[in-house]
């Protein structure tokens, strides 16, 4: 089945940095890849997704970007600020438009320090 | 206010005596979930149902058990918890048709002496 490897665990930037997340995922029928945002004692809520027909979306300091021959898809966040802080959680199904089942990465701890 | 509700949010038990975790949605969704949130393990799916009285297991589904009777609710039944069940817990829920995004309870904190 699907797995979806995602790395750094942890990532600490200065305040006004970037910050990059990268996943990889191991079934090319995979079309749909989402980021879900995890504050602390509570639930991931979606940041931003994308689609395989898809190279790059971008939405305001955010953007993800895909490479489907290389199987692996990249979320970038600019002009970091402290309530960025918080576990960020990659994602790939092969269902889009379907309600189907999400593979979930292990989790990126974000700190942004001040 | 659109939400999934869980109950509890926080639970302590002893390994033996069953218990349930509620979950509620309010925006008319048919594709409900659970999964599991552990350290370095990311968000394991438990069980899922794509509507009322269909359901199906995920990927971590031994020692759960889910009903659906109603399109609102989704309960996570522990028949007989263990120690190695003490985690966090997500209900999520979304459309079958149009819009992937799951929506997310606050999660409950379980934990099995």
């Known amino acids: 089945g699907e797995n979806v490897e995602q790395h750094p665990s942890t990532l600490s930037v200065q305040e006004g940095d970037s910050a990059v997340i990268k996943c990889t995922y191991s079934?090319?029928?995979?079309?749909?890849f989402p980021w879900y945002k995890q504050e602390l004692g509570k639930g991931p809520q979606l940041i931003i997704d994308?689609?395989?027909?898809?190279g790059e979306k971008k939405d305001q300091r955010i953007a993800v970007t895909l490479n489907k021959t290389a199987k692996h898809f990249s979320l970038h966040i600019t002009e970091t600020q402290p309530e960025d802080s918080a576990v960020y959680f990659c994602?790939?199904?092969?269902?889009?438009?379907?309600?189907?089942?999400?593979?979930f990465g292990q989790g990126t701890e974000l700190s942004v320090k001040p | 206010e659109a939400q999934v509700t869980q109950n509890p949010r926080y639970l302590i038990t002893v390994t033996g005596k069953k218990l349930t975790v509620t979950c509620s949605q309010n925006?008319?969704?048919?594709?409900m979930s659970w999964y599991r949130q552990d350290p370095g393990l990311g968000l394991r799916q438990i069980y899922y149902?794509?509507?009322?009285?269909?359901?199906d297991k995920g990927d971590v589904p031994e020692g759960y058990k889910v009903s659906r009777k109603e399109k609102r609710n989704f309960p996570l039944i522990l028949e007989s918890p263990s120690p190695n069940q003490t985690s966090l817990y997500f209900c999520?829920?979304?459309?079958?048709?149009?819009?992937?995004?799951?929506?997310f309870g606050p999660g409950t904190r379980l934990t099995v002496l």
């Open positions: 999520a829920s979304s459309f079958l048709l149009g819009s992937n995004e799951q929506f």
């Open positions: 079934d090319s029928a995979s079309n749909y």
């Open positions: 994308i689609r395989s027909n898809v």
């Open positions: 994602a790939a199904s092969q269902d889009y438009n379907q309600g189907g089942k999400l593979i």
């Open positions: 925006m008319n969704h048919e594709y």
């Open positions: 149902s794509m509507n009322v009285e269909v359901t």
